[in-house]
């Protein structure tokens, strides 16, 4: 049992909303030992984003690209998934009208158990031909110090997106979707700095869902939010999942 308290209005709409939205980001990690990108400790600090998350860069010099990403690899391969991963896959599984949107490249999610997870900036865990386009999963922790080759001859790199690149389009339109008929959104665990992700929540808001930040810092998300759960999203996620579980009880 948890002892989070939970507050009358989420537990309300938990039971009497309808569709349930997910958008995660870097902070659902942390407690899994991966870091989070902006902020002191973070990926960033002491590296410079555009010379190793960008096109140009990997074009420049795809071996340092490589090496960064092949480390983020072991990194995410050596991480296992925390309390809040195994929550929202338990959302998941009870119910049919959950989607969960990431930002996050890990895999942590998946392999915590959720299935139909919309992957808005892709996946650490797959290769794109940096000529042709075409992706291929690859799953094994070590490929090596140099970017391997397509058999078209050119470079693969990792597929995820970078700075400067569009947003998966599939990918984006159904969570679009999923944010314009959602009736509570939770969002765990990002900074709400990066757009498009960052305009879900609103879409939903404006739509009519009733938002819920869960972060232990404030973020420009902070304001607009009908609710805000500070603290760490491995601890108030298995509250929430809790709660809609005994909701659906309730409900059938
Ligand atoms: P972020 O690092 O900007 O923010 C992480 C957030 O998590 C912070 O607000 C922090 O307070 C919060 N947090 C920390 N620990 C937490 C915990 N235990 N529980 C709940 N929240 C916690 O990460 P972000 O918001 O995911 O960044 C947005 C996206 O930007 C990233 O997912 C990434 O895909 C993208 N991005 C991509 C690149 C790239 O390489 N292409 C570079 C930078 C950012």
């Not at 958008?23 to 659902?28: C, F, P, R, S, Y």
């Not at 159904?174 to 509570?184: D, F, I, N």
């Not at 992700?197 to 939903?204: F, G, K, N, Q, S």
Request: a negative charge.
């Amino acid at each position: 049992m948890t002892t989070i308290p939970l507050s009358p209005a989420l537990v309300e709409r938990l039971r009497d909303s309808g569709p349930i939205l997910a958008l995660t980001g870097a902070g659902v990690s942390a407690e899994s030992g991966l870091a989070t990108f902006r902020g002191p400790g973070g990926m960033w600090e002491g590296r410079d984003p555009m010379e190793l998350a960008t096109p140009e860069a990997f074009a420049d010099d795809p071996h340092t690209v490589w090496r960064f990403y092949a480390w983020r690899r072991e990194q995410a391969a050596a991480a296992s998934p925390n309390p809040a991963h195994r929550a929202l896959a338990e959302l998941e599984s009870g119910r049919d009208d959950f989607t969960l949107v990431t930002q996050n490249v890990d895999g942590l999610h998946e392999r915590a158990g959720s299935r139909g997870v919309i992957r808005l900036h892709g996946t650490l865990w797959r290769l794109r031909c940096s000529v042709e386009g075409t992706e291929r999963d690859d799953l094994r922790d070590d490929l090596g110090p140099l970017p391997p080759r397509c058999e078209c001859g050119a470079l693969l790199r990792p597929a995820v997106v970078w700075f400067g690149e569009s947003l998966p389009e599939e990918a984006l339109e159904r969570a679009m979707h999923a944010a314009r008929r959602a009736g509570v959104v939770l969002v765990a665990g990002t900074s709400s700095l990066v757009y498009p992700a960052a305009a879900l929540p609103e879409i939903a808001q404006r739509a009519g869902a009733y938002v819920v930040e869960i972060n232990p810092e404030e973020t420009p998300l902070s304001a607009l939010a009908d609710e805000r759960l500070a603290g760490a999203a491995g601890q108030i996620l298995p509250a929430v999942a809790e709660a809609a579980a005994a909701a659906s009880r309730d409900r059938s």
